[in-house]
């Protein structure tokens, strides 16, 4: 079974409080585009990141508001930044690197939420089912192109909001010669 890639470049959800100490008391998200994921949109709003080594400036905050703050960068950002994030499941922030925030009105210096994410696949409770994956809580994808390759622990992301779609970062992306929207075939 094929399926659609979306790369997932260096982003920032945020929670409520963190939001407000960045942008403001009253500041709301804005949408700029919806992402494939349904509810789930790139704001206008956009934050600089900074640590020991660097900075990296206009990185988008993902919407809606979650009940976390998490910061996810690729491997190479890391260098950049002179950190060593743990690759993790999305809101699995405990024990994670720690890194700093400024926003137009604010700074937050967190002590952890700083992540390299698990390359993952978005699917239903129907998609499980009908792709066979029962059972399973982490996949294998084969890149189907010139330079081809295997791709393993993609984990599954089960949701009835979701659409089936497979997340890589910007690493795994360029790595293989991928970009949003190509396609990958699940194996087990």
């Not at 929670?15 to 949109?41: C, H, N, W």
């Not at 779609?165 to 010669?177: K, P, S, V």
């Amino acid at each position: 079974m094929q399926v659609k890639v979306g790369i997932s470049n260096r982003h920032v959800h945020l929670k409520k409080e963190d939001l407000m100490v960045l942008f403001g008391s009253d500041y709301e998200l804005e949408i700029a585009r919806s992402l494939t994921q349904p509810g789930e949109f790139a704001s206008t709003s956009k934050v600089k990141l900074v640590g020991p080594k660097g900075e990296i400036d206009n990185v988008r905050v993902l919407g809606p508001i979650r009940n976390y703050t998490q910061v996810e960068i690729s491997k190479t950002d890391s260098y950049f930044l002179g950190l060593n994030p743990p690759v993790r499941n999305s809101s699995d922030i405990v024990n994670s690197s720690p890194i700093t925030i400024v926003g137009p009105n604010g700074r937050l210096d967190l002590k952890e939420g700083c992540i390299i994410a698990n390359r993952h696949l978005h699917l239903t409770k129907q998609d499980v089912i009908d792709l066979g994956l029962s059972g399973l809580n982490k996949v294998k994808i084969k890149v189907i192109n010139e330079k081809g390759g295997i791709l393993d622990n993609v984990y599954l992301k089960v949701s009835d909001n979701f659409k089936l779609e497979c997340h890589l970062d910007t690493d795994d992306g360029n790595g293989n010669l991928l970009k949003s929207g190509d396609m990958v075939e699940i194996i087990k």
